[in-house]
């Protein structure tokens, strides 16, 4: 509990120091949840690009958490803003508080993500002990994607005071997110009552709720489908509310639209919503370049460590090949990467490589009849609703608020975009919620019903209910052994390691398992002959014994 406390309230700090330094320093306009996700995304730029040159260890987190004391200086006034604000607001705690301490005991069990133990685990201490690697993508192709949310997990892991990776990253956003739900909510049925939008963010909020099985994973999954969910959600502005915006004013959902593409490419139909917002806030080319060159920074860090990891800009896109690095992974293996993740989405098991070649009308039929019911009618009305939005605007039969059109086209295109790279649910999750949601976006409603009073407060104690029970679940441990730090990853009985060298360095991999939990590295899936220790130590990298193709 101690070491998790830690982590989170040390997370949490550096998010808000420097969430608000930068927007203040940028006079950017944002609430508190924006300022902290860009303190996030800010900070994590920082952390990236230190990776660059050096390992991501206690010296790199005290420097961080040195430069955010010395940010307070500069942003008192509003940290004493913020606290008054908090005791005005105390009500919304304590609503929150009873789903944040039942998260906080789930993250406290083993980390339950399957990729967790294939390469999350391993990913992290690699930035944990070594600056980025060249070529590491040759060990384990799954290296290579480079969510940049992995050195923030490094930096803020506490491995050199508790001996173990401490996961706090994903519970501390949650944490944020069910408080800004929790008071929007509140707000919109104080002011308006039971409404469309108070409907629509209330499912959003509940399936955030529920994403909590695996916030002891150190795993990109949850933030790169909360965060999306929090950029569209919040985007959605009440029928009677004025849009006097500035573009600045977009200017934190932008941030997070570029930031979260780092974190996974799945979430690239965001960039439909970022596209709404330029053409509807006309910029002059001064301010247009400054604001792409601020965005920039977010992404230059990420694409230079995709480069050292794989020797590709983006990876496993092998359309952008730019470089020929002695470092980088062979063609083959890109494609083969490629085609693992798209294959397993559509069809997992022995056969998923031949569902990769497969044409939509092979692959769709069987994917169809896999799925489960629930998820067949979130795909259908994700298809559906949009295009009845889509068209009844084209034929000026609906009539919708120009930047719920343009959550409708982002979550639709997001769904088709899904639907042809990896549709598994993980992956598409955000814009396959939203988009079924799209009908209450435009269709307007306003419920005068009394008995809402007490409907609202019995929903409550319901989820909070539900919460609890799937908690139970899922959190089974000992609380005598996780009252100072979490538990550890389980790694099965029957799980070996055996080691081959090259190099003169032994690279370990597992028996009976394609995972290496928390072995120490280097760790591979599998033994590879042609791998080589490119000059015989590990931050050197590593590269095949074969020519590479163009």
């Not at 319901?462 to 009252?483: M, Q, T, Y």
Request: hydrophobic share 50%.
């Amino acid at each position: 509990m101690l070491a998790l406390a830690a982590s989170s309230v040390a997370s949490l700090f550096i998010f808000i120091t420097y969430g608000y330094f930068v927007t203040k320093t940028a006079n950017i306009p944002a609430s508190f949840t924006e300022k902290a996700f860009i303190g996030l995304a800010a900070s994590n730029t920082v952390i990236s690009a230190l990776s660059l040159f050096f390992q991501i260890n206690s010296t790199v987190l005290i420097s961080i958490l040195l430069s955010s004391i010395i940010m307070m200086y500069f942003i008192r006034d509003d940290l004493k803003e913020l606290y008054f604000s908090i005791i005005a607001d105390k009500k919304i705690i304590y609503y929150s508080l009873p789903f944040i301490i039942i998260t906080f005991f789930v993250s406290l069990g083993p980390p339950r993500a399957y990729d967790t133990g294939l390469y999350h685990l391993q990913n992290i201490k690699w930035i944990e002990e070594y600056a980025v690697v060249p070529g590491l993508a040759n060990l384990h192709g799954r290296f290579g994607f480079n969510p940049n949310i992995f050195t923030l997990f490094a930096c803020t892991s506490l491995f050199d005071l508790f001996k173990q990776e401490i996961f706090s990253v994903n519970f501390t956003l949650y944490t944020i997110l069910v408080m800004y739900f929790t008071k929007k909510i509140h707000f919109i049925y104080k002011n308006h009552g039971i409404t469309n939008i108070l409907i629509f963010n209330s499912i959003i909020f509940v399936d955030i709720i529920f994403s909590f099985s695996n916030l002891s994973s150190p795993s990109p999954n949850f933030i790169s489908a909360a965060l999306p969910l929090f950029i569209l959600a919040s985007t959605v502005k009440e029928p009677d509310q004025e849009d006097n915006s500035t573009f600045k004013r977009y200017m934190p959902l932008l941030i997070l639209c570029i930031y979260v593409l780092t974190v996974k490419l799945a979430t690239l139909p965001l960039m439909v919503l970022f596209v709404f917002v330029v053409i509807k806030n006309k910029m002059e080319r001064r301010e247009l370049f400054w604001t792409f060159a601020l965005l920039a920074l977010i992404v230059l860090p990420w694409l230079a460590r995709n480069i050292i990891l794989t020797g590709w800009l983006i990876y496993p896109f092998p359309s952008i090949d730019l470089f020929d690095f002695d470092w980088k992974v062979p063609l083959s293996s890109v494609l083969s990467e490629k085609a693992a993740v798209t294959g397993w989405a559509r069809s997992p098991g022995e056969l998923y490589r031949s569902a990769a070649q497969m044409a939509f009308s092979e692959w769709f039929p069987r994917w169809w009849h896999r799925i489960f019911l629930e998820h067949k009618l979130l795909f259908l009305a994700s298809i559906t609703f949009p295009l009845i939005a889509i068209i009844g605007t084209v034929f000026k039969i609906i009539k919708i608020e120009y930047f719920r059109r343009a959550i409708i086209v982002t979550s639709f295109l997001g769904v088709i975009f899904w639907l042809m790279l990896a549709p598994a649910f993980q992956f598409g999750e955000p814009f396959l919620i939203v988009a079924a949601l799209s009908p209450l976006l435009f269709y307007e409603f306003k419920l005068n019903w009394e008995a809402g009073n007490k409907l609202i407060p019995a929903l409550y104690i319901i989820v909070i209910s539900l919460c609890g029970l799937h908690a139970k679940k899922i959190a089974r441990f000992d609380i005598r052994h996780v009252a100072f730090k979490p538990q550890l990853i389980a790694k099965p009985q029957e799980v070996d390691f055996k080691s081959y060298i090259t190099g003169g360095i032994p690279i370990y991999f597992p028996t009976n398992d394609d995972r290496c939990y928390d072995q120490k590295i280097p760790c591979t899936p599998y033994p590879d002959n042609t791998l080589t220790v490119r000059n015989k130590t590990l931050q050197s990298g590593f590269t095949h014994q074969i020519i590479h193709n163009r």
